[in-house]
């Protein structure tokens, strides 16, 4: 399921977190939705933007984190802490890894004066051209 078709999906301009909330190494889960399978995201810097996915790994299909709120980074990079996988920052690909070349799926965010907020990619026209 993409993230927008997804029922407890927030709406475009939903406040994920202050920009000094986000920690200079690691990355802050938010989760959507109280139902049995809610939807996890995860924000973090990179340089002076943030960035946003899914927290799901493509490899095994697990959260990204082994352990609640923890997120490993490294060199411009969000490592998986099951097996390893090194998925950029930039673009969610993995380049490091068992699932190389898959894709971390990726949530557009703005920063804007000091707060993170979802972007124009949950609502109207979505990436990869989808629409809502
Ligand atoms: S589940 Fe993430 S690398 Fe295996």
Redesign the pocket.
């Known amino acids: 399921m993409n993230w927008w078709r997804h029922p407890d999906c927030p709406p475009e301009g939903t406040q994920l977190c202050s920009w000094d909330e986000l920690p200079v190494e690691g990355g802050l889960e938010r989760v959507f939705g109280s139902s049995g399978d809610p939807l996890h995201l995860v924000v973090l810097r990179a340089g002076e933007d943030a960035v946003c996915f899914v927290n799901l790994?493509?490899?095994?299909?697990?959260p990204?984190n082994h352990e609640p709120g923890r997120f490993l980074t490294f060199d411009g990079s969000v490592v998986?802490?099951?097996?390893?996988?090194f998925f950029q920052l930039a673009d969610g690909v993995?380049t490091e890894?068992?699932?190389l070349g898959m894709a971390l799926e990726r949530v557009p965010v703005m920063h804007r004066q000091g707060v993170v907020i979802l972007g124009s990619g949950s609502g109207g026209v979505r990436q990869g051209g989808d629409t809502a």
């Open positions: 790994c493509p490899h095994f299909s697990l990204l998986c802490a099951h097996h390893t996988a993995c890894g068992p699932c």
